[in-house]
């Protein structure tokens, strides 16, 4: 692993390494999100509030306590599901507009209250904290990630949530625990934010609570939408595509956020389901093989 | 014992009474038929048994045992399937996922089983998935079985619901106008279905319908609802006959 990270800083020039890793720790939350929101259809506007209590939980860990950096990875993600679950609970009596009404004041408190709180340092944030996040642990940990999403939303308790998503009276009639899930798809996805956030804590040596305002939760939106609602590749090339293009309009100076703006507008019109939102690996196959049979036909 | 049974089951919504003290005993392995008017309270007498609304008013046993209470899902565990009037299907799943959704629940391994892939596991999932397959080439959608469900044309998409509806073993299976929308070759097919559903599964059928043809030729026994009262239930025969019936809905031959 430290052969890994040292062959890689030599070739990987240090303003790419950086945005890479940002890259990977995107993916790892909007991965979180899409599970909650792209698959079980429950919207969630308030993803950053799971990020900054991943990033604080575990920074005021190394700093005040020492404890091993990986014990604080797990301990931000395990704080940040618990609010999960306390978040999913609304989720049962609300839909659409209202839960995403709770979702958003849930990320402000969470906002306000590391305003507040002095072991999170108030306004000022919380600074020194080691670097420790390395690309190969990044790399590691999406891909890890990747993996284990993948292997939840084929499984049959993905497909209930799914159903959930496309139809929730039929759901309940086919004998599914909608409560059940739509609180669990709530404490996956706030502990892929958590994580998310406490891998940020510590690469960024300084966090404070605008870092983790609701710009940044609807960006995560954006990026799942941006890549298709419910699809793990679609959530990968969406947070992709929202990591680098910022840099890239760097070019345009004081115009990027109109650039910004208008790149998601043009994409949303082409393809309004996401980038990837209604590709199946099984259509681009059955559509390869009947161009093999036209080849063989003619 | 019946089926399910009601004992002056009442529903409200506000101040309109949708079910008015209803009665009615469905005995095992019977087709029964519930006909009315627009209105009558045929869908809601559905979602009342199904658990979507708990009834203001009186009992329901299903088996025996009170449903009255429970919530859909758990009231789909004791064993009622349901299709719905607005064909409610899973659209961005394909046809094999929407039946395997609904064979899936009593499946004991549960998050971490799944996200590791561990061999009960995925015995339990072959065994799901070939249950489904069954249920598919039962409805004729084997083909089509990798395809989206909204990418079906609308009488598949009806068998496709009752597939999905007959996926976990119910012993009681609610069919809300299954024939609706359907051409005449199609509801012939619908019958013929109907009864190899009965015969081979050994369940019991409740049918909302409107098509008279169909209900009369494959009910055994028909209620007649309107404005939320049963006013009639007896055979085929019996029915036609009934004066109450023929001024409240089925009408008068010239």
């Known amino acids: 692993m430290t052969l890994l990270e040292q062959w890689i800083t030599e070739i990987i020039d240090p303003y790419y390494l950086r945005i890479l890793i940002l890259m990977g720790i995107n993916i790892i939350m909007v991965l979180g999100l899409n599970i909650t929101t792209g698959v079980t259809g429950q919207l969630s506007m308030g993803h950053a509030g799971f990020m900054s209590l991943g990033a604080y939980t575990s920074a005021i860990l190394t700093l005040e306590l020492g404890i091993p950096f990986w014990l604080t990875l797990l301990a931000g993600a395990a704080v940040a599901a618990v609010f999960g679950f306390i978040i999913g609970l609304p989720a049962l009596r609300l839909e659409g507009d209202y839960l995403a009404m709770v979702t958003i004041g849930f990320a402000e408190i969470v906002r306000v209250f590391f305003l507040n709180f002095e072991p999170g340092g108030k306004a000022v944030g919380l600074s020194g904290i080691p670097q420790q996040t390395t690309f190969s642990l990044v790399l590691l940990l999406t891909i890890v990630v990747i993996f284990f999403t993948q292997r939840l939303l084929s499984s049959r308790i993905g497909k209930a949530m799914y159903s959930i998503r496309e139809n929730e009276i039929a759901a309940e009639a086919c004998g599914i625990n909608t409560t059940h899930l739509k609180v669990l798809s709530f404490v996956l996805g706030a502990f892929l934010g958590g994580l998310g956030g406490a891998l940020y804590a510590h690469y960024m040596y300084y966090i404070n609570p605008q870092d983790f305002d609701f710009m940044r939760s609807i960006e995560m939106l954006n990026m799942v939408v941006l890549g298709g609602l419910g699809s793990i590749p679609g959530a990968i090339v969406g947070a992709a595509i929202l990591t680098v293009l910022p840099e890239m309009l760097r070019i345009v100076a004081e115009y990027r956020l109109l650039f910004y703006g208008a790149l998601l507008v043009i994409l949303m019109i082409f393809r309004p389901n996401g980038l990837l939102g209604d590709i199946r690996l099984y259509d681009l196959l059955k559509g390869k093989r009947k161009e093999e049979v036209k080849a063989c036909q003619s | ?254």
């Open chain 2, 1 to 254: 014992m019946p089926i399910i049974e009601l004992q002056g089951v009442s529903q409200e919504f506000g101040g309109l009474r949708a079910l008015d003290g209803i009665d009615l005993k469905v005995e095992p392995n019977a087709i029964f038929g519930i006909i009315g008017p627009n209105g009558a309270g045929k869908t809601t007498l559905f979602n009342v048994i199904t658990g979507i609304y708990a009834p203001t008013e009186g009992r329901l046993f299903f088996h025996g045992t009170d449903i009255a209470s429970l919530s859909p899902y758990k009231v789909a565990r004791l064993g009622i399937g349901r299709t719905f009037q607005n064909i409610r299907l899973f659209n961005r799943l394909s046809v094999l996922d929407n039946v395997k959704v609904a064979a899936n629940w009593k499946r004991a391994s549960g998050l971490l089983a799944s996200l590791l892939g561990l061999p009960a596991y995925v015995r339990e999932q072959r065994e799901c998935s070939a249950k489904a397959e069954e249920l598919i080439n039962m409805m004729g959608l084997y083909e089509k079985r990798m395809e989206y469900a909204q990418s079906l044309s609308y009488g598949e998409q009806r068998r496709l619901e009752i597939a999905r509806a007959l996926a976990a073993n119910p012993s009681l299976l609610l069919l809300d106008e299954p024939a609706a929308g359907m051409n005449s070759a199609e509801k012939l097919e619908l019958m013929e279905l109907i009864w190899k559903i009965r015969d081979d599964m050994q369940l019991t059928i409740l049918l909302v319908e409107h098509d008279m043809h169909l209900v009369m030729n494959i009910c055994e026994t028909i209620a007649v609802l309107d404005y939320g009262r049963k006013i009639a239930e007896g055979d085929p025969a019996q029915i036609k006959s009934d004066p109450r019936v023929i001024q409240s809905y089925l009408g008068v031959e010239r």
